[in-house]
């Protein structure tokens, strides 16, 4: 029996989340898995019911379980608090709070949704498998900051500093990942700038002595942007800080398509995890039951692979969403036309698969 904290957020969050667990069920009933679910409030809904975006009850309720599965939070009407209470602020403190500091995001396209990649059709021909690990909790987001002076000399400062604790974990994480997966690494850093990236990649060196199955290779930055839009089919795993991966993650998922399709993963030490898609709470969206729910369900499927270890449940559901794009089913954000489905027919045709 594992256990689920399940955060179903603001905007789509419980649209999409719903559909979530109609396709667990059927996945989990076939292949014999238990979960149990313990619902928790975050970001705008805790607002409203107790006055903070974190609850020290969900903190205490995803410590005890073994996953934690998030829609999405924030809108709106919670925009004009100061940003301690905002809903995004839950996000960083659970992050925080869980000691997840990797940050999975696969960026995979498919076959049957090319046309909707923004690069030229021969840049992509071999396709796009990419997985980006991020670090998420060290590095220039979290390093000392702060501002002074007066007039023309007023400034600000923030700085990037990471041990070699930090970067060992992540560095090992990947490697784990790039084991499992085409057994090439990318490590990127601005090494010939940076006295942060060169520990960085002095670390993931050392880390590499382990994996010697994997094939490491090291690129700066600015080339690993360019070489993005130009081949990205050379990518398996890319490890790198969290700033560059926080854009180099965004480049990478925009390849493929559509952010409706992009799950993700944040992990701590041991299988324990955070799953939700990429994107935000949509509220342009929301209550029309149009969302594309598939970035969600394809977080259920890393859930299963990353905390469970049930990757052939895993698979089965990555397969579903596969085949009902191949025939051609397309939510509101993926269709061409009028002719497309909602939230709840699309998981259906999923489910059908399973
Ligand atoms: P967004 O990702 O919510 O939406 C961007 C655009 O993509 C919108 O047009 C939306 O309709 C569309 N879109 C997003 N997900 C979709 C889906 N599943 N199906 C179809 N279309 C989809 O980003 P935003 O508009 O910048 O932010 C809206 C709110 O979400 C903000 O309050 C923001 O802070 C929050 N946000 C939360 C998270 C999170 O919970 N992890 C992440 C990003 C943004």
Not at 178 to 186: D, P, V
Not at 323 to 335: I, Q, Y
Request: charged share 25%; proline share 4%.
């Amino acid at each position: 029996m594992y256990k689920v904290a399940l955060i179903k957020g603001d905007g789509i969050g419980p649209e999409i989340v719903d559909c979530t667990l109609m396709v667990l069920n059927r996945v989990c009933e076939k292949h014999g898995i238990d979960i149990e679910y313990e619902t928790a409030l975050m970001g705008g809904e805790a607002l409203d019911a107790v006055g903070v975006p974190l609850p020290d009850e969900t903190v205490a309720k995803c410590k005890e379980s073994d996953a934690v599965f998030l829609g999405a939070v924030g809108g709106e009407k919670w925009d004009k608090l100061p940003g301690h209470l905002r809903p995004e602020a839950g996000l960083l403190g659970i992050r925080k709070a869980l000691g997840l500091y990797a940050n999975l995001r696969p960026a995979v396209m498919y076959e049957a949704l090319k046309s909707a990649c923004p690069l030229s059709q021969k840049s992509i021909e071999g396709g796009v498998d990419i997985m980006v690990v991020r670090e998420l909790t060290g590095g220039i987001y979290f390093g000392e900051r702060g501002s002074g002076g007066k007039g023309e000399d007023e400034y600000s400062f923030d700085t990037e500093k990471y041990t070699v604790k930090e970067v060992r974990r992540i560095a090992k994480r990947a490697f784990e990942l790039a084991m499992e997966r085409n057994r090439k690494l990318t490590s990127v850093d601005k090494a010939n700038v940076l006295e942060s990236s060169r520990l960085f990649r002095r670390v993931v060196s050392e880390v590499a002595e382990e994996y010697p199955m994997v094939e490491l290779n090291h690129m700066y930055a600015d080339n690993c942007a360019m070489q993005l839009v130009r081949s990205p089919g050379q990518f398996d795993v890319i490890v790198t800080t969290n700033m560059f991966g926080d854009i180099l993650s965004d480049e990478a998922s925009m390849i493929t398509g559509s952010l409706g399709m992009l799950p993700s993963a944040s992990l701590g030490d041991g299988r324990f995890g955070l799953y939700e898609p990429i994107h935000g709470s949509a509220p342009d969206i929301a209550g029309k039951g149009i969302a594309n729910p598939m970035a969600s369900i394809l977080s259920a499927a890393m859930m299963l692979r990353h905390s469970f270890c049930e990757t052939i449940a895993a698979r089965d559901i990555e397969q579903a969403v596969e085949n009902v794009l191949t025939r051609g089913c397309r939510t509101a954000d993926l269709a061409t036309d009028k002719n497309y489905m909602t939230s709840m027919q699309i998981t259906k045709e999923i489910v059908k698969e399973i």
